[in-house]
């Protein structure tokens, strides 16, 4: 099925039977990412007087009780009220409408390769994202996108299932490059990291802050931003523009568990 758009002047064709599910699927009785979480994802029968929910177990049907946070288990997306006291609920905010989105692949280096730097000093075996090479990657010669997918290099399929608690320290931009992307016109950031920023920093929460104006007290656009954490993107999808249905789990909470789906689309 092909769908033809005007996409603020230009033509766009897009392949909707081509989707492509950005998000990471949660299993609760098998591997599964984890972020800054005590436990795992879970999943257990629900048990009243007379019932249990399990047909295994003797009961009538399955009803499972699942416990997880979405911050912190598989691919979520976030509102500006993940860093408020009255916390906005992500779907009162964000834009939820289809929208353009351009995928890039972001090749980090180690500290000592760049002039750019995080709001502390990092380890030399920790990683930066530059804006150089985000500048590098994005161009000018593309049609203006609503959202940006980042992918980072190496690219493996065990970023579906890691336990970040275990696994070596992931890369975070630099604050150049945060500070660049604060200023575009996006409105949505996808990241295949579980966070914007090092899992231990003081709560500082940097880039998130930078991401969404956080110290701005006059009516922001930024504050409108979304950004959707734990994503994969197979390395089958080419760098380039693509149509993002961002689709969201109705729950009024900051941050929801999300499926990001990429359609391939032509420009005209």
Same mark, same amino acid.
């Not at 005007?6 to 990412?33: I, M």
């Not at 975070?172 to 996808?190: D, E």
């Not at 990241?191 to 929460?205: F, K, M, Q, T």
């Given at each position: 099925?092909?769908?033809?758009?005007?996409?603020?002047?230009?033509?766009?064709?897009?392949?909707?039977?081509?989707?492509?599910?950005?998000?990471?699927?949660?299993?609760?009785?098998?591997?599964?990412?984890?972020?800054?979480?005590?436990?795992?994802?879970?999943? #257990?029968? *629900?048990?009243?007087?007379?019932?249990?929910? %399990?047909?295994? =177990?003797?009961?009538?049907?399955? &009803? !499972?009780? $699942?416990?997880?946070?979405?911050?912190?288990?598989?691919?979520?997306?976030?509102?500006?009220?993940?860093?408020?006291?009255?916390?906005?609920?992500?779907?009162?905010?964000?834009?939820?409408?289809?929208?353009?989105?351009?995928?890039?692949?972001?090749?980090?280096?180690?500290?000592?390769?760049?002039?750019?730097?995080?709001?502390?000093?990092?380890?030399?075996? #920790?990683? *930066?994202?530059?804006?150089?090479?985000?500048? %590098?990657?994005? =161009?000018?010669?593309?049609?203006? &996108? !609503?959202? $940006?997918?980042?992918?980072?290099?190496?690219?493996?399929?065990?970023?579906?299932?890691?336990?970040?608690?275990?696994?070596?320290?992931?890369?975070?931009?630099?604050?150049?490059?945060?500070?660049?992307?604060?200023?575009?016109?996006?409105?949505?950031?996808?990241?295949?990291?579980?966070?914007?920023?090092?899992?231990?920093?003081?709560?500082?929460?940097?880039?998130?802050? *930078?991401?969404?104006?956080?110290?701005?007290?006059?009516?922001?656009?930024?504050?409108?931003?979304?950004?959707?954490?734990?994503?994969?993107?197979?390395?089958?999808?080419?760098?380039?523009?693509?149509?993002?249905?961002?689709?969201?789990?109705?729950?009024?909470?900051?941050?929801?568990?999300?499926?990001?789906?990429?359609?391939?689309?032509?420009?005209?």
């Amino acid at each position: 099925m092909i769908a033809t758009i005007d996409w603020r002047g230009r033509g766009l064709t897009v392949h909707l039977d081509q989707g492509v599910d950005l998000s990471v699927t949660l299993n609760p009785d098998g591997p599964q990412p984890s972020f800054f979480a005590g436990a795992p994802a879970r999943a #257990e029968p *629900l048990k009243a007087p007379g019932y249990v929910g %399990s047909v295994a =177990g003797g009961g009538s049907c399955n &009803a !499972d009780v $699942l416990s997880y946070v979405p911050h912190c288990h598989g691919t979520h997306t976030e509102c500006i009220g993940h860093l408020q006291a009255r916390p906005a609920m992500l779907l009162d905010t964000i834009d939820q409408q289809p929208c353009l989105a351009q995928l890039v692949t972001l090749q980090p280096v180690s500290p000592g390769a760049t002039q750019e730097y995080y709001v502390e000093e990092l380890p030399a075996e #920790e990683q *930066l994202m530059t804006r150089a090479d985000l500048e %590098s990657q994005i =161009g000018t010669d593309v049609p203006s &996108a !609503d959202a $940006l997918v980042v992918r980072t290099a190496p690219n493996p399929i065990q970023k579906r299932s890691t336990d970040y608690a275990a696994a070596p320290p992931y890369p975070v931009f630099s604050q150049q490059a945060m500070q660049w992307l604060s200023g575009g016109h996006w409105k949505h950031l996808l990241i295949d990291l579980p966070s914007l920023d090092r899992a231990h920093d003081g709560g500082r929460l940097v880039n998130h802050r *930078l991401w969404w104006r956080i110290d701005s007290q006059e009516p922001n656009p930024a504050h409108k931003r979304s950004v959707t954490e734990m994503i994969y993107v197979p390395d089958e999808l080419a760098d380039g523009i693509y149509w993002l249905e961002l689709q969201l789990q109705p729950l009024a909470s900051d941050a929801v568990s999300s499926r990001p789906i990429l359609y391939p689309a032509d420009v005209s």
